[in-house]
């Protein structure tokens, strides 16, 4: 069983719409979480970190459920410039080390 | 905040040759550095890490090996590559203290192995 797991997508929504997606994680022990986002053939970019009573940025909502061991990240009116892959990410080891999921690849439709 | 570098942005090199890719750090000083490879419509692995000049902690085995000659200095070499060794290549900094140590990435090498 893969450390951290995504559903790989794709996601085709229409702009506008809601998405959600979900990430499990299979270490109890993990600290922190986080997201990131991907564009084609760029560097990962932090998108926002989870905090235990959840996060708000904007359109983006960050919860994170540690008796279940799962993260969710929900974008709300989402734009055509929110096409991208986005990855969960935690952290073990002391932090010092981040997991990364496989990414969720999202295209928003016009 | 930081500033990643990375160079060279894209290099095409045959079977058998030697690699060195370099990424250097602005903005933080001591900070955490990592080399991660992406295989085409796969996710991050990492390769190695290191908290400190000269400390290296690598986490698979492979052809590859890393090396922190200076404190915001991490370099990814290769005596001979392999086919396999192709792929997006991502130096990452992260800062050594409290918690939320968050990682922020360099813009990538893209290596061809022909």
């Known amino acids: 069983r893969k450390e951290v797991e995504q559903d790989p997508g794709p996601f085709n929504v229409p702009e506008g719409a809601t998405v959600a997606f979900n990430c499990t994680y299979s270490n109890s022990a993990s600290q922190s979480f986080f997201w990131y986002r991907q564009d084609c053939r760029k560097e990962p970019k932090l998108l926002m970190s989870?905090?235990?009573s959840g996060n708000e940025d904007g359109r983006f909502t960050a919860q994170l459920n540690r008796a279940s061991q799962y993260i969710s990240l929900l974008i709300r009116d989402s734009k055509l410039c929110d096409s991208a892959t986005y990855l969960c990410v935690v952290t073990r080891q002391g932090a010092q080390k981040l997991v990364f999921g496989q990414g969720t690849r999202l295209t928003i439709n016009p | 905040s930081q500033t990643i570098h990375q160079w060279p942005a894209t290099l095409v090199q045959p079977v058998g040759s030697p690699l060195s890719l370099e990424c250097t750090v602005e903005?933080?000083?001591?900070?955490?550095l990592y080399w991660y490879r992406q295989a085409a419509g796969r996710g991050l692995q990492l390769l190695f890490y290191?908290?400190?000049?000269?400390?290296i902690s690598s986490e698979v085995p492979q052809n590859l090996s890393a090396s922190r000659p200076q404190d915001r200095q991490f370099i990814l070499s290769s005596k001979k590559l392999l086919l396999s060794d192709s792929g997006f290549y991502l130096c990452?900094?992260?800062?050594?203290?409290?918690?939320?140590?968050?990682?922020?990435f360099g813009p990538g090498t893209r290596l061809t192995v022909l």
């Open positions: 290191s908290v400190g000049i000269g400390q």
């Open positions: 990452a900094c992260a800062g050594n203290t409290g918690a939320y140590n968050e990682q922020f």
């Open positions: 989870v905090y235990s």
């Open positions: 903005g933080t000083s001591n900070p955490n």
